[in-house]
């Protein structure tokens, strides 16, 4: 069964805590999105790679890391640093050069107290 | 000029009217349009997408109107189902990358 996983589906963390929200895609594309929505606004990019080992900082990666050693993994964190972490966040993937269509997971929500 | 405006935030329609979600940009360099659907807690998922050089495109009940000349291009939705309620995003993008409008909350009533 091909797709995007994304986990926990919900995440409850203390502020000041560190969290690293998963996104495993077994669909072999090559480039992997992190995006995050609050209501009302469109999905805004935090990274983005399109190639192991390579990623790029999206409008707002500012309080967020990521890593790329793995085509199919593509893990987000978000740190302390990050003044308003409570939000959706939603993973994406595409094939690669010259195809067009991102595919989503299906989000972790992300409570922070 | 890296924004996409999206119009309107929210959208009431009977079942079986034709509701129209607007979107403008100001860059020239944006080279694909897509229409993403959301349903509540899910990921969005392509509907479809227009080219620049191609002033409407149909799938099945869905179809793209692109103006190039107004940059504007608008979603519509024929013998609308209380099924299609969801939320409508528009993009464009430029280097690989999306930039999204704001949504629009469609609700269709039986």
């Known amino acids: 069964d091909g797709g995007i996983t994304q986990s926990p589906k919900y995440l409850f963390r203390k502020e000041g805590q560190n969290v690293t929200l998963s996104c495993e895609q077994n669909?072999?594309?090559?480039?992997m999105y992190w995006y995050r929505q609050d209501p009302g606004q469109g999905l805004r990019l935090i990274y983005y790679s399109q190639i192991v080992n390579d990623f790029q900082k999206g409008d707002i990666a500012e309080g967020y890391s990521v890593s790329r050693e793995k085509k199919e993994s593509f893990p987000l964190t978000v740190t302390s640093a990050q003044k308003n972490p409570t939000a959706f966040y939603l993973c994406a993937s595409r094939v690669g050069p010259g195809y067009n269509e991102q595919f989503f997971g299906p989000g972790t929500r992300l409570t922070v107290l | 000029q890296q924004q996409v405006k999206q119009s309107p935030q929210s959208l009431i329609v009977q079942k079986g009217g034709i509701p129209i979600i607007n979107c403008a940009y100001e860059n020239t360099a944006f080279d694909y349009f897509p229409w993403y659907q959301q349903f509540p807690g899910k990921g969005p998922a392509l509907l479809i997408a227009?080219?620049?050089d191609v002033s409407e495109k149909k799938e099945g009940r869905f179809t793209i109107s692109f103006n190039k000349s107004a940059k504007q291009f608008s979603l519509h939705i024929m013998d609308s189902q209380p099924g299609d309620s969801a939320t409508y995003f528009c993009?464009?993008?430029?280097?690989?990358?999306?930039?999204w409008g704001a949504g629009t909350k469609l609700i269709i009533k039986p």
């Open positions: 227009i080219r620049p």
């Open positions: 669909l072999n594309h090559d480039a």
């Open positions: 993009a464009a993008r430029v280097n690989y990358q999306l930039i």
